[in-house]
């Protein structure tokens, strides 16, 4: 079964009018910051249990984020609006059973995130040099099968997938004590399965594993 999904953007524009707003009226804004992050990602199905005859191959792709965080007495939750673009292969070759060739995905990934936040090395300021977040991440994939070598088994899909993240933000530098750029990096792994076909028979793979880095920059309201 092949499908083919239209990315639709109502959601995502909700969202970030939700968070214009939040930053016009939060009471306390020294406890409210603006994150801005872009860079490379890599992403790749997952097998849990792996299958004779299948191999997947990733490619680097781009992601970019704006998230809002907010303190409420000493604790920090960090929400936002992802999305990221990579390809992904997955290549069959079981000549005793007539299957052999390549599948070849083309997938962009909305994801929201909902981390709580710890902050290390904190300046005089209170503002951290540091940011470890951890973690649910909610994703749509809106997918194209962008090409079909060989004889394949039919396939399905799960457009939604919900797991683990983690996420590191460095902010070494300090501008005008308004503006702190600095580096991060990403990590997330749902526990839905994403991608099966015939060929599985029912087991356990094809989960999401996503890698991100980048640059970012948080801003202090």
């Known amino acids: 079964m092949k499908a083919t999904h239209d990315l639709k953007l109502p959601s995502l524009t909700v969202l970030l ?23 490379a990602n890599y992403g790749c199905l997952v097998p849990k249990e792996p299958v004779d ?8 792709g781009g992601n970019g984020s704006v998230h809002a965080e907010i303190g409420i007495a000493g604790h920090f939750v960090e929400t936002g609006l992802d999305y990221s673009y ?8 079981d000549t005793d059973k007539s299957i052999e060739g390549t599948r070849s995905f083309a997938v962009q990934n909305i994801a929201i ?8 090395f904190k300046r005089e300021s209170g503002d951290p040099n540091l940011i470890a977040g951890i973690g649910l991440l909610a994703s749509y994939s809106p997918y194209r099968v962008v090409g079909e070598t060989g004889t ?37 792994r749902s526990i ?18 996503i890698f991100d880095i980048g640059i970012s920059l948080r801003m202090k309201l």
């Open 192 to 209: 839905s399965r994403f991608y099966t076909d015939d060929y599985y028979k029912g087991k356990e793979t094809g989960v999401w594993g």
């Open 113 to 120: 995130p909902i981390m709580y936040n710890f902050h290390f």
């Open 17 to 39: 009018v939700m968070l214009s707003v939040a930053a016009v009226h939060c009471e306390n804004r020294s406890n409210f910051a603006l994150l801005f992050s872009g860079g």
């Open 53 to 60: 005859g299948v191999s997947g191959a990733s490619k680097w």
């Open 152 to 188: 394949l088994p039919d396939y399905s899909s799960n457009n939604w997938a919900l797991g683990p993240c983690l996420r590191i933000g460095f902010y070494p530098l300090e501008i005008e004590g308004k503006y702190y750029p600095g580096l991060y990096l990403g990590l997330f």
């Open 86 to 93: 990579f390809k992904n292969d997955v290549t069959y070759k």
